[in-house]
């Protein structure tokens, strides 16, 4: 058993020989990749050299690990991570022999469920602790698949109402297969809205779909207003809706996001072939729509196409001025939803290299994603997160095209991830891919479905960040970037800006100093900067940042040698109030911000 589609694949922690025979039973058991303990494990997907850090890094990703070692090992290394048992990733430990199987985090969101999947495969026990599951063999926060909870905060009370010696009342389906008495704690299954409590939890058979259609640029209130009153009419439950659907075209519309999110629910989306597919089932065809969008029906063609051959219309179209909602009903709870999803592009910075130096949200970001799109090295620096993902590498150089590609795979309803060093909108791929999303497709632009897709920036330690953590406090006061790169930047545009920057006195950081060609500029910015700061300027030297190969030197502004630079330095020159501080562990580099004049000022008043 896999956990399900949306959610990110389990990894199988292997530590030792003696229990990889086991780690491969169960990877194979629950479609999933074994990590193994280099040195330690002969056979493995990946491999790591720290077992600590590489939980910690897989839990920081939101990966659910199953580790082949003692438990202790695993809560030591997620444990400065737990935040929130609602949102925490799965944890589950098994012993060598396979004997037994217990989960540590994540019970009530599918470890239990997890655990005694793969203690059945392994034909051993699963040692589930939660009270629900041990005193009645169910955990009433956690219903099958394709049923919603609509009031989690009460299950704790029902919980210990029920170990206390209430009974269970059953209304509707037994979805927990529970013995039903005439008294106790409610347990309502309905597509209605109920009021939950303490002694009633209800929940809601996810068979529903809404069908949306709307006018460009459409009110996203108009739409939420006319879902409220579809939903109302029909007496069905918001957490009984399992997904909203719409024709592709209308993908980027606000009045389709904003829903969706708000009912936390997946917006999917079909091809107008598609919903023409559904036109004999429709119960109000447009010719007019068809002119339009190519289908005789978006509202009604996209419910029915979402719940399937056997699905009908709980609510047929009903129109607003800008929008128009329907509302589809399966036979059974949606579990394995149709259509596709918007398409995701995110666009991650992983930092200059170490994985400790990588933000949660990247890691999670490029879990979640199908694809890893970059450049071949930036690719390798994300070790284990990378395997088993599909990999689009590219070369130096073909900067454009890496976008172009990403956007085109996101607006096939991927969720892809394109990988930068660095922070993603410094001298990276962001800004780019914000350009070809600006242009129209005769414009040497992205086509229409690329401009529909969610683009996601998340932020990433910069390699101007990490060289300024590595000397101390270079940029306690006022600094700039600038790249010495001339393949896109006129030389006259670099030139202008650095006798700007030199003037103004701003510490700099030279992002690209030089290649195998260009040699000149770092010199030439030397020798520019020398003519308005002192020749004793400290001047650091950060090479491969974050990696085994570090290498941190400083200079003095006028022994700055091109020769000792290359392209994975970053330069980062002092103003002319910048200093080398002695230390025990050695120089450390920093710029006062004005401190001292007021420190000087208050030691002035102390000795008058």
């Given at each position: 058993m896999a956990l399900k589609s949306g959610s990110v694949n389990p990894v199988v922690m292997a530590l030792s020989r003696s229990g990889?025979?086991?780690?491969?039973?169960?990877a194979k058991a629950i479609?999933?990749?074994?990590?193994?303990?280099?040195?330690?494990?002969?056979?493995?997907d990946a491999f790591f050299g720290n077992a600590l850090d590489h939980a910690r890094e897989l839990f920081a990703a939101g990966t659910p690990i199953v580790g082949v070692c003692a438990s202790g090992i695993l809560i030591r290394g997620v444990a400065p991570l737990l935040a929130d048992k609602r949102?925490?990733?799965i944890v589950i430990s098994v012993s060598d022999d396979g004997g037994v199987v217990v989960p540590l985090l994540g019970g009530h969101r599918g470890a239990n469920r997890?655990?005694?999947?793969?203690?059945?495969?392994?034909?051993?026990?699963?040692?589930?602790?939660?009270?629900g599951d041990v005193a009645m063999g169910v955990a009433l926060d956690e219903p099958p698949l394709g049923y919603r909870l609509a009031n989690p905060e009460d299950a704790k009370g029902a919980m210990a109402e029920m170990l206390g010696g209430a009974g269970v009342r059953v209304t509707g389906e037994n979805i927990f297969d529970i013995e039903n008495d005439d008294t106790g704690v409610d347990l309502i299954v309905s597509d209605a809205p109920v009021e939950g409590s303490e002694t009633t939890l209800v929940y809601h058979p996810q068979r529903f779909v809404l069908g949306l259609g709307c006018a460009r640029n459409a009110d996203p209130a108009e739409m939420w207003e006319q879902v409220q009153t579809v939903l109302r009419d029909a007496g069905v439950a918001e957490g009984a809706i399992a997904a909203v659907a719409s024709i592709d075209l209308k993908g980027d519309e606000p009045a389709m996001i904003e829903t969706a999110k708000r009912l936390g629910k997946p917006l999917r989306l079909f091809t107008a072939a598609e919903l023409e597919a559904e036109t004999p089932r429709l119960q109000n065809p447009s010719d007019v729509v068809f002119a339009e969008v190519g289908c005789h029906g978006v509202s009604e063609g996209a419910a029915l196409a979402s719940v399937g051959a056997t699905g009908s219309l709980r609510v047929a179209k009903t129109k607003t001025a800008n929008v128009t909602v329907a509302l589809g009903e399966a036979v059974e709870p949606l579990i394995d939803l149709q259509g596709r999803s918007r398409g995701r592009l995110s666009i991650v910075g992983i930092g200059p290299g170490q994985a400790s130096w990588r933000t949660p949200e990247v890691s999670r970001l490029v879990a979640d994603a199908e694809e890893l799109v970059g450049y071949g090295l930036y690719i390798d620096l994300l070790g284990p997160l990378a395997i088993g993902k599909t990999r689009s590498d590219f070369p130096l150089g073909g900067e454009e095209a890496r976008c172009r590609y990403a956007l085109e795979q996101a607006a096939?309803?991927?969720?892809?991830?394109?990988?930068?060093?660095?922070?993603?909108?410094?001298?990276?791929?962001?800004?780019?891919?914000?350009?070809?999303?600006?242009?129209?497709?005769?414009?040497?632009?992205?086509?229409?479905?690329a401009h529909r897709v969610e683009v996601v920036c998340s932020p990433g330690v910069s390699a101007l960040q990490g060289a300024a953590a590595r000397a101390g406090a270079p940029l306690g006061h006022d600094f700039c970037a600038i790249s010495l790169s001339d393949l896109l930047t006129p030389r006259d545009d670099i030139l202008r800006r650095l006798k700007t920057a030199a003037e103004g006195d701003f510490v700099i950081a030279f992002y690209n100093p030089v290649s195998k060609t260009r040699r000149t500029l770092l010199a030439e910015a030397r020798d520019i900067l020398l003519k308005h700061r002192p020749a004793d300027t400290p001047v650091m030297l950060a090479s491969s940042l974050g990696r085994p190969e570090?290498?941190?030197?400083?200079?003095?502004?006028?022994?700055?040698?091109?020769?000792?630079?290359?392209?994975?330095?970053?330069?980062?020159v002092g103003s002319s109030n910048s200093k080398l501080a002695q230390l025990g562990e050695g120089p450390r580099m920093y710029t006062p911000r004005g401190y001292a004049r007021k420190i000087d000022g208050d030691l002035s008043e102390q000795a008058s």
């Open positions: 990889e025979p086991t780690a491969h039973r169960v479609g999933a990749q074994v990590h193994g303990r280099k040195g330690r494990v002969d056979a493995a949102t925490d990733p997890l655990a005694k999947q793969i203690a059945d495969d392994l034909g051993s026990v699963a040692a589930v602790t939660t009270a096939l309803g991927k969720n892809v991830a394109l990988v930068c060093s660095g922070d993603a909108g410094i001298y990276a791929m962001g800004a780019l891919v914000f350009e070809l999303m600006d242009r129209g497709e005769d414009e040497m632009g992205v086509s229409d479905a570090e290498h941190v030197r400083y200079r003095r502004l006028d022994e700055l040698e091109v020769d000792e630079v290359d392209m994975l330095t970053v330069v980062l």
